[in-house]
């Protein structure tokens, strides 16, 4: 169950360079390898502090990071869903996906051509809002078309609440905005829309495509996006990536840090925004850790430990008994599992247990 986001933008925004950059970011940590599946799709892993801490402790024969897929999706032209440009391919691409990076234009250069001669990232972002949207329109009408009749005569509930939740649909998206922003209370609802897949629903990431004199600030093109974007609960991220991707090949670890401090970033771009990038999956991270292996497992957040033992094998879902559950900050104070156990501050938890991020793992289960 690798979860997916797709690098989305107008041609010559810098998505193949973002990409590239992740690509390069096994230079970052030998390690954590990225490794590319297909020429526009690799699996990289999320940078995690933690993780490493808890390596440096254990010293394990292996150490096995979490990771995300991310997608370059080529080919969306104003008309795509008319299907100009690879049209239709490339939405079908989108809908796989579980998150969208949206890349922005916002840097000058006379030299790298834009498609529609002006640099303009609010224009930008709604060409390819429009071609979602428009998309996204004509599935719920045809949709709506389909439970129209049902809804409307006779007493069949389930057709009724489809057809209320495609009409909220309806209404936000012919007046222009996402489906993500249409809310829905009852789980019954929301498991009708996520089953729809509609484009505009996915949450999605702003990435603002700087020079590297705006690095850290952004500049005038970043607050115009940031200000569009203000009612719609997404997120925006400052990358410089045509640097990032020259500092990704600096030969040493050192050498890169030092590039990345005159520009004045401690920290790559390209960990934020993968770091970002996991948040926005709502994911959390909680951990296995012994002397043969450490292990980052990925979950949703929310999930309670039967499910989250079933991240790592439906047995263990099944059969679960109980969880043993160590703080993480717990056992970086005390060093060892033993000293955490002594210290009474290891939990034992049941199966309604909330699983938080960082926490450190044992499941008990019985098949
Ligand atoms: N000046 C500058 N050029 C960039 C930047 N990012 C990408 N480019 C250049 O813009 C062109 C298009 O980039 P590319 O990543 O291929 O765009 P894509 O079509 O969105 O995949 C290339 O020549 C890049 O070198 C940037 O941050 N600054
Ligand atoms: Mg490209």
Redesign the pocket.
């Not at 990358?239 to 640097?243: G, I, K, L, P």
């Given at each position: 169950m690798a979860l997916q986001c797709g690098i989305v933008?107008?041609?010559?925004?810098?998505?193949?360079?973002?990409?590239?950059c992740l690509s390069n970011a096994k230079a970052q940590s030998a390690n954590f390898p990225f490794c590319t599946i297909e020429p526009n799709v690799g699996v990289i892993t999320v940078p995690d502090a933690r993780l490493n801490k808890l390596v440096d402790m254990c010293q394990p024969r292996s150490v096995v990071p979490a990771t995300v897929e991310i997608v370059?999706i080529?080919g969306l032209v104003q008309g795509a869903s008319k299907g100009e440009g690879l049209g239709n391919k490339f939405l079908a691409n989108i809908r796989e996906t579980d998150a969208i990076l949206h890349?922005l234009?916002c840097?000058?250069?006379d030299?790298?051509t834009h498609v529609h001669n002006t640099v303009d990232p609010v224009r930008d972002k709604e060409i390819i809002d429009y071609e979602l949207q428009l998309k996204d329109l004509e599935t719920v009408e045809s949709r709506m078309a389909k439970t129209q009749k049902q809804a409307q005569t006779g007493g069949d509930k389930v057709a009724k609440l489809q057809y209320e939740v495609l009409k909220k649909y309806h209404d936000a998206l012919s007046q222009g905005k996402p489906a993500r922003t249409v809310e829905l209370e009852t789980v019954d609802e929301q498991k009708f829309a996520h089953d729809l897949f509609l484009l505009t629903s996915k949450p999605v990431m702003y990435v603002c495509?700087?020079?590297?004199a705006s690095a850290v600030g952004g500049n005038k093109y970043v607050e115009a996006v940031r200000e569009a974007i203000k009612d719609e609960n997404a997120q925006l991220l400052i990358?410089?990536?045509?640097?990032e991707?020259e500092i990704a090949e600096l030969d040493t670890f050192e050498e890169r840090q030092e590039f990345l401090a005159e520009i004045g970033l401690e920290e790559s771009g390209v960990a934020r925004l993968i770091r970002a990038a996991y948040a926005l999956l709502n994911l959390q991270t909680f951990f296995t850790a012994g002397a043969d292996e450490v292990r980052a497992w990925t979950f949703m957040r929310g999930s309670k430990a039967p499910q989250c033992a079933g991240v790592i094998h439906t047995d263990f879902e099944r059969g679960f008994i109980r969880a043993e559950v160590i703080k993480y900050d717990d056992y970086v104070a005390l060093g060892t599992e033993s000293a955490v156990r002594d210290a009474g501050k290891m939990a034992i938890e049941g199966k309604n247990y909330v699983v938080q991020d960082g926490d450190i793992m044992h499941f008990l289960f019985n098949v």
């Open positions: 933008g107008l041609p010559n925004v810098g998505k193949s360079t973002l990409f590239n370059d080529a890349v234009r840097f000058d250069d030299n790298v495509n700087v020079d590297d990358v410089a990536a045509q640097t991707s």
